[in-house]
T-cell receptor, first 109, second 113 residues
Framework: GQNIDQPTEMTATEGAIVQINCTYQTSGFNGLFWYQQHAGEAPTFLSYNVLDGLEEKGRFSSFLSRSKGYSYLLLKELQMKDSASYLCAVRNYGQNFVFGPGTRLSVLP | EPEVTQTPSHQVTQMGQEVILRCVPISNHLYFYWYRQILGQKVEFLVSFYNNEISEKSEIFDDQFSVERPDGSNFTLKIRSTKLEDSAMYFC???????????FGDGTRLSIL
């Protein structure tokens, strides 16, 4: 089976750092991707990991541990516009994505 | 920056009618996908398409669904006889190389009455 878990909701303060966790159990693994989705809009790509370790892209970083089936997305210097849902998606050997339920992040002033 | 474009942005259709959702993937991309997202739920994979044929499809993609690349630019999703539960946001995505991130279009909101 395929299962991806993320916290449903998180709240953080403007300027702070937040870590969004994702655990997965999938039939195959060919990369873990993080997308941002504002309400009513399309997912937009943020970061991805194929190998273990940390990938940094500006204010966003993503970490992967394949042995633990675990990833996190780290958002630094939070801004109000970062309020959105953050989707963890695993690409299996068939190339399609299996998406997690998403974590709705609210950034408060 | 190149974009995936989808039309229409919103489609309202009577139950039982056929609907065609259209997508223009990024021009040099080779892999195409359709996903759907029912309101308030997660994004779900429907079908992937490469080299003019379906490479993978989910359980959702039953005989009522079909995809086509009628020319060098368009990629369409057809639902033959729509049901109420087909109401969702439908996203098209594409990628140039299979191991790269997928780029999503803005989606078509399909409402079945």
């Amino acid at each position: 089976g395929q299962n991806i878990d993320q916290p449903t909701e998180m709240t953080a303060t403007e300027g702070a750092i937040v870590q969004i966790n994702c655990t997965y159990q999938t039939s195959g693994f060919n990369g873990l991707f993080w997308y941002q989705q504002h309400a009513g809009e399309a997912p937009t790509f943020l970061s991805y990991n194929v190998l273990d370790g940390l990938e940094e892209k500006g204010r966003f970083s993503s970490f992967l541990s394949r042995s633990k089936g675990y990833s996190y997305l780290l958002l630094k210097e939070l801004q109000m516009k970062d309020s959105a849902s953050y989707l963890c998606a695993v690409r299996n050997y068939g190339q399609n994505f299996v998406f997690g339920p998403g974590t709705r992040l609210s950034v408060l002033p | 920056e190149p974009e995936v474009t989808q039309t229409p942005s919103h489609q309202v259709t009577q139950m039982g009618q056929e609907v065609i959702l259209r997508c223009v993937p990024i021009s040099n991309h080779l892999y195409f996908y359709w996903y759907r997202q029912i309101l308030g739920q997660k994004v779900e994979f429907l079908v992937s398409f490469y080299n003019n044929e379906i490479s993978e499809k989910s359980e959702i993609f039953d005989d009522q669904f079909s995809v086509e690349r009628p020319d060098g630019s368009n990629f369409t999703l057809k639902i033959r006889s729509t049901k109420l539960e087909d109401s969702a946001m439908y996203f098209c995505a594409s990628t140039g190389v299979s191991n790269q991130p997928q780029h999503f279009g803005d989606g078509t909101r399909l409402s079945i009455l």
